[in-house]
């Protein structure tokens, strides 16, 4: 890779010729994917330049080598102790990090950024960021599964749809494909969007996503189905959680009788309109009781339940445990995974709660 460069600064820059040194700083269960998303970018760049314009090092706290989510161990260059100087760095995290166990983690962070430094937060490493302080009154992208206790817990940050945010020397992202994007987007500031475009194709992208895309930008992928009128139907399920409609008066807005949206839904989605709908209230309500501080009862108005024990009922048959159960699991970080109940998330990332 090279010789680390030990001068700090902006990212901002213009001039192809000037050396960059990323760190990938990879904390425990971080999302494999996303940390090689967004490297391939810079090594096709330099492959493309003929020289190493970007270089690299992957950095850990405490630990000399860090598993990713899939089990894949990476040895790690630095510890944040010993780190040399860089342009960025990269934060990439496990969902199930301990965030208590981080503060040196994040103090490192801020003194990086005082001194000139740029920080991209992939996936759950926004959540780390957030605690830093410096997402603070700034919009921040953040994967689906974030974005609830990311709101809840930093009013101060305004969590976006758009699969990636860009900043001079602070960006976000949603994580997976996205980071690939962000990091072409980043290219494009340094090298131009000509010789950028070239890194795409020979990554075999067939076009750059703009970080205004939104998350919920191919809903037909995250439903199975490409039917219009099933589609506009969930729109307004997701658009009403805690105040169900009816589903005669979802059929009336989108133009169907109630027995023809039954027909559809079950023969495309393998359920009424009914369980689907609930489907997605106990999806988001997974959500709640796994990353807020909202009381059981709380988030059963806020998944349109009304009361505990509606809510409750429901939620067993769906995940095989109680809220209460699924509550307790979370807090004591303890339970038999295997014993879950599969289901996808079901609910809009921009679900308003």
């Not at 974005?147 to 009013?155: A, G, K, Q």
Request: proline share 4%.
């Amino acid at each position: 890779m090279g010789k680390p460069r030990m001068s700090l600064g902006s990212t901002g820059n213009s001039d192809p010729g000037r050396k960059h040194h990323i760190g990938f700083l990879l904390l425990p269960g971080f999302s494999h994917y996303s940390f090689s998303a967004a490297l391939e970018p810079l090594r096709s760049a330099n492959i493309l330049m003929g020289r190493e314009v970007f270089t690299w090092s992957l950095i850990g706290y405490g630990m000399r080598q860090v598993s990713a989510s899939n089990g894949v161990a990476c040895l790690v260059d630095y510890d944040l102790e010993n780190v040399p100087g860089l342009t960025d760095v990269l934060v990439f995290s496990g969902s199930e990090t301990d965030l208590s166990h981080t503060r040196p983690v994040e103090n490192w962070l801020r003194f990086h950024h005082r001194q000139g430094g740029g920080i991209r937060a992939v996936s759950s490493g926004v959540m780390v960021l957030a605690r830093t302080g410096l997402l603070d009154e700034r919009d921040c992208a953040a994967h689906w599964e974030d974005s609830p206790r990311l709101r809840e817990n930093h009013p101060r940050i305004n969590v976006t749809e758009r699969i990636f945010e860009l900043g001079e020397r602070i960006s976000t992202c949603a994580g997976g494909e996205a980071s690939a994007h962000m990091m072409l987007a980043y290219l494009e500031r340094i090298l131009g969007s000509d010789l950028t475009l070239d890194v795409a194709t020979r990554m075999v992208m067939d076009r750059i996503r703009d970080g205004r895309d939104s998350l919920n930008l191919m809903p037909h992928i995250r439903y199975g189905t490409s039917n219009k009128l099933l589609l506009d139907a969930i729109a307004i399920m997701n658009n009403h959680i805690g105040e169900p409609r009816k589903i005669k008066d979802l059929a009336r807005d989108v133009g169907a009788s109630v027995r023809q949206l039954e027909r559809q839904f079950k023969a495309e989605l393998g359920a009424t309109p009914e369980k689907f709908y609930r489907s997605i209230r106990l999806s988001l309500a997974r959500q709640l009781l796994q990353y807020s501080d909202h009381s059981l009862t709380e988030i059963a108005l806020i998944c349109g339940f009304g009361t505990t024990q509606a809510m409750k009922k429901h939620y067993e048959t769906l995940y095989g445990r109680s809220p209460r159960a699924e509550r307790c699991r979370t807090v004591s970080g303890k339970g038999d995974l295997k014993a879950l109940t599969p289901a996808p998330i079901l609910h809009e990332v921009n679900a308003f709660y």
